[in-house]
């Protein structure tokens, strides 16, 4: 996969984490700190599509899947 990749996330708040959910390929993570968020999912998203992180932007939100419409 090559060119620019946009990756829709839902983030929450879990036991003192951020869980970040990717619906597009099914997939999340959590982190002990949001600023580290966009770079776990980055790293999340380029392990399990093959995709460089470079060419990944995510948009996060607050929400959870099941209310989002996700």
Do not use: K, Q
Not at 4 to 31: C, K, M, N, Q
């Amino acid at each position: 996969m090559t060119g620019h990749h946009h990756f829709e996330v839902v983030a929450w708040r879990a036991d003192r984490r951020l869980t970040l959910y990717v619906p597009g390929i099914e997939a999340s993570t959590t982190v002990d700190d949001p600023r580290a968020a966009e770079d776990a999912v980055r790293d999340l998203i380029a392990d399990l599509t093959s995709v460089d992180p470079g060419e990944i932007t995510c948009d996060i939100r607050l929400g959870r899947p099941w209310r989002s419409g996700i």
